[in-house]
Structure formats: structure tokens, C-alpha cells
């Protein structure tokens, strides 16, 4: 079965304190790889798709890349704001989509 | 915008109950799905359609059913509501290769 792993579960930082979270997925059949931000009691709010090794997309702090097996999302001088749950799924050519656990970020002032 | 409508936020049911939750998408879309989260298990799809009156079984669809009648409304069932059934559940529609969530629907059964 298709597998994603995301670590570490938590992560606190102070502000201003840049970080990464990790993603690795099953590498055969992948489609695209998607991050999301989840606020708590919050449906996912969709973020950044990557299709292929290399590829990297930016949003304000957020700055996500992927690798042959596995993907990253770099936070850059987080904020308070950015405080939430990051989840990382990938889609496989049977369109199966597997999301990993997800990282609770907690930004501290 | 996609909008992904799921019209009870918060709902509390006895042991038994038969539930309904409701969602409704605005853009047509053929692809909807029923997730449910939980803590440490994250996204487990329950239920999946592409299109009117199709269903298929996701990974954990016992206890559940589903119904498409139009294109724009996937209902999720719980014929009859258990307490391992307390969770958050998110409705999606899948376009241009994403999948975009509803706001999720916090089912407590007591």
C-alpha cells in the first residue's frame, strides 16, 4: 500500500526561527504531491502541488520542494499566524490520494 | 474559487441514530469524496464518486453509505450511528489534479 510519512509530528519555534517540515511518500506512480494547511476545527486549506523532482513553489513564508522520494516545506521567519497543522498528501496514477499525519506547528511571539 | 459546502458544522447523536451529512459543491465537478480524521490517523477516505449515482468504497466504508443523486450534493449516511463513528468529517471535490475540502463536520455520538 501507498505510503506518506510526515515528521517531525510537532515543531514549536520562536518567531523568526526558520524551519522545515518533511514528507516521504511512496516514490512509484507518484502524480503530484500536495501540501495543505489545516487551522484547527478547519477543513484543509490546499497550499502548493509539485509534479516532479526539482520543482519548487513559493507562498509568502512558505516554500515547498520535492525530491525524488520525498518533499519539504520550508518556513522562512515564521509568524505567529502560521501556527497550524501542515499536511502533505500524494496522488498515484490510479488517482489514489494518501495523506500523511501531519506536523502541528505551534509559532511562538 | 471552489466552494465546498458541508452544511452541519457541529452535531451530537445518540448511539443508533441514523445520520445524514450533507455537502454541496458550486463548480460542477464530477469527483467527490467523504474523509474522516482522526488524531494521529490522519485522512482515511470513507466514500468516493465520479458521478451521479456512482459510488465506490474507499478504505474504511463499513458503517457508512453514500448517495449522489445530483452532481452537486454527496451525502454521507450513518445508518446507524456508534460511538467508534465520533470524528471530523471532511467532504472534497477533486479538480485539476487537487482536491479541495470543506470545512468539516464534528460528529459526536454518545
Known amino acids: 500500500e501507498d505510503q506518506v510519512t510526515q515528521s517531525p509530528e510537532a515543531l514549536r519555534l520562536q518567531e523568526g526561527e526558520s524551519s522545515s517540515l518533511n514528507c516521504s511518500y511512496t516514490?512509484?506512480?507518484?502524480?503530484?504531491l500536495f501540501w495543505y494547511r489545516q487551522d484547527p476545527g478547519k477543513g484543509p486549506e490546499f497550499l502548493f502541488t509539485l509534479y516532479s523532482a526539482g520543482e519548487e513553489k513559493e507562498k509568502e513564508r512558505l516554500k515547498a520542494t520535492l525530491t525524488k522520494k520525498e518533499s519539504f516545506l520550508h518556513i522562512t521567519a515564521p509568524k505567529p499566524e502560521d501556527s497550524a497543522t501542515y499536511l502533505c498528501?500524494?496522488?498515484?496514477?490510479?488517482?489514489?490520494?494518501?495523506f500523511g499525519a501531519g506536523t502541528r506547528l505551534t509559532v511562538k511571539p | 474559487d471552489v466552494k465546498v459546502t458541508q452544511s452541519s458544522r457541529y452535531l451530537v447523536k445518540r448511539t443508533g441514530e441514523k445520520v445524514f451529512l450533507e455537502c454541496v459543491q458550486d463548480?460542477?465537478?464530477?469527483?467527490m469524496f467523504w474523509y474522516r480524521q482522526d488524531p494521529g490517523l490522519g485522512l482515511r477516505l470513507i466514500y468516493f464518486s465520479y458521478d451521479v449515482k456512482m459510488k465506490e468504497k474507499g478504505d474504511i466504508p463499513e458503517g457508512y453509505s453514500v448517495s449522489r443523486e445530483k452532481k452537486e450534493r454527496f451525502s454521507l449516511i450513518l445508518e446507524s450511528a456508534s460511538t467508534n463513528q465520533t470524528s471530523m468529517y471532511l467532504c472534497?471535490?477533486?479538480?485539476?489534479?487537487?482536491?479541495?475540502f470543506g470545512e468539516g463536520s464534528w460528529l459526536t455520538v454518545v
Open positions: 472534497a471535490t477533486h479538480f485539476l489534479n487537487t482536491i479541495y
Open positions: 498528501a500524494a496522488m498515484y496514477n490510479n488517482n489514489d490520494m494518501r
Open positions: 463548480m460542477d465537478h464530477e469527483n
Open positions: 516514490v512509484s506512480g507518484l502524480r503530484g
